[in-house]
């Protein structure tokens, strides 16, 4: 007869210690075995419970909302809840960029362009663009994933259809200021770089009441400079005209009337020009232009807006 233990009677074989994973095993069927005394109805009613704290989510809006934590304030939201806003006033340049243009008397101010990578963004502008049909991209826009939600999935625009439109550097050095622009550091700037006095420059920030430039002004007081001006007047008007069109362009914010200062730094030394990367800056500002516009409040949309409707 072979030995007994309390467990009962064992085999011959030497006794083997149940292994973490078997132990495991049986408590988790220790903690499944009551169910099956559960009364139906309760079990049913526990489920649904269960089933509602699960799905609930924002209203015509995402189930789970561990990703898209910001869609109560998304202007989707407030469409499904019945309230509704006009179409988005839009941010265009398009035809102000033909105000100025460099003909054969500028021709040095226009190499200088070219050779910055720049010089695509002068022909390829939209004069008009379409409220309705840009409204109803920020409606399907989501600031988390950065790309409009569709019925058929997700699409977002990227630097290689930056790099096929524009034209433009997508790589290179990044564009990236550490902080804000004191007004007193963009008059600073507009005299050193743009040959302005410091009058001409406090007052024209003044006017913006911002470390900003109207776009008005840079075509006032730059573009009667030809090729038969001095080489310190072509150098200060390559860099207003830059300034200019970038404000027009890549950069257009909702003011509809300026351009930021800050950005004439880059045009410091204007062999440099060419080794940032332009389309990646214009991309993340669009990036966020587009997620600003989302907001059911917000009545604007800024950014290059070419990338949109070409």
Same mark, same amino acid.
């Given at each position: @007869?072979?030995?007994?233990?309390?467990?009962?009677?064992?085999?011959?074989?030497?006794?083997?210690?149940?292994?973490?994973?078997?132990?495991?095993?049986?408590?988790?069927?220790?903690?499944?075995?009551?169910?099956?005394?559960?009364?139906?109805?309760?079990?049913?009613?526990?489920?649904?419970?269960?089933?509602?704290?699960?799905?609930?989510?924002?209203?015509?809006?995402?189930?789970?909302?561990?990703?898209?934590?910001?869609?109560?304030?998304?202007?989707?939201?407030?469409?499904?809840?019945?309230?509704?806003?006009?179409?988005?006033?839009?941010?265009?340049?398009?035809?102000?960029?033909?105000?100025?243009?460099?003909?054969?008397?500028?021709?040095?101010?226009?190499?200088?362009?070219?050779?910055?990578?720049?010089?695509?963004?002068?022909?390829?502008?939209?004069?008009?663009?379409?409220?309705?049909?840009?409204?109803?991209?920020?409606?399907?826009?989501?600031?988390?994933?950065?790309?409009?939600?569709?019925?058929?999935?997700? @699409?977002?625009?990227?630097?290689?259809?930056?790099?096929?439109?524009?034209?433009?550097?997508?790589?290179?050095? @990044?564009?990236?200021?550490?902080?804000?622009?004191?007004?007193?550091?963009?008059?600073?700037?507009?005299?050193?770089?743009?040959?302005?006095?410091?009058?001409?420059?406090?007052?024209?920030?003044?006017?913006?009441?911002?470390?900003?430039?109207?776009?008005?002004?840079?075509?006032?007081?730059?573009?009667?400079?030809?090729?038969?001006?001095?080489?310190?007047?072509?150098?200060?008007?390559?860099?207003?005209?830059?300034?200019?069109?970038?404000?027009?362009?890549?950069?257009?914010?909702?003011?509809?009337?300026?351009?930021?200062?800050?950005?004439?730094?880059?045009?410091?030394?204007?062999? @440099?020009?060419?080794?940032?990367?332009?389309?990646?800056?214009?991309?993340?500002?669009?990036?966020?232009?587009?997620?600003?516009?989302?907001?059911?409040?917000?009545?604007?949309?800024?950014?290059?807006?070419?990338?949109?409707?070409?």
């Amino acid at each position: @007869m072979p030995p007994r233990t309390r467990g009962g009677y064992t085999s011959s074989a030497p006794r083997r210690r149940p292994t973490g994973s078997e132990r495991r095993r049986r408590v988790q069927l220790r903690e499944v075995e009551p169910a099956a005394d559960r009364d139906p109805v309760e079990h049913s009613q526990h489920d649904r419970d269960e089933t509602e704290e699960v799905f609930e989510g924002a209203l015509g809006g995402p189930i789970d909302r561990c990703i898209l934590r910001s869609f109560d304030k998304h202007i989707a939201a407030k469409i499904w809840l019945g309230e509704d806003r006009a179409p988005l006033k839009l941010v265009n340049h398009g035809a102000k960029l033909q105000l100025w243009e460099l003909g054969m008397e500028r021709s040095r101010i226009y190499e200088t362009v070219h050779r910055s990578g720049l010089a695509s963004l002068t022909s390829c502008n939209h004069r008009v663009a379409s409220r309705p049909t840009l409204s109803a991209f920020c409606e399907r826009w989501q600031p988390e994933t950065k790309s409009f939600h569709l019925p058929f999935g997700e @699409m977002t625009i990227t630097l290689d259809d930056v790099a096929s439109i524009l034209h433009i550097p997508v790589t290179g050095s @990044m564009i990236s200021f550490s902080q804000p622009l004191h007004v007193d550091d963009a008059n600073a700037l507009l005299v050193e770089l743009l040959g302005t006095t410091d009058v001409e420059a406090s007052r024209e920030t003044e006017q913006c009441r911002s470390p900003s430039v109207r776009l008005l002004w840079l075509r006032d007081h730059f573009s009667i400079i030809t090729d038969a001006s001095s080489d310190d007047d072509i150098v200060f008007a390559t860099r207003a005209f830059l300034l200019h069109l970038v404000g027009c362009t890549l950069f257009a914010d909702k003011s509809a009337t300026s351009v930021a200062v800050v950005y004439l730094e880059l045009y410091r030394d204007l062999s @440099m020009v060419g080794s940032y990367a332009w389309g990646a800056a214009c991309l993340a500002y669009l990036y966020r232009q587009l997620s600003i516009a989302t907001r059911f409040e917000v009545r604007q949309l800024g950014g290059y807006l070419t990338l949109l409707q070409r």
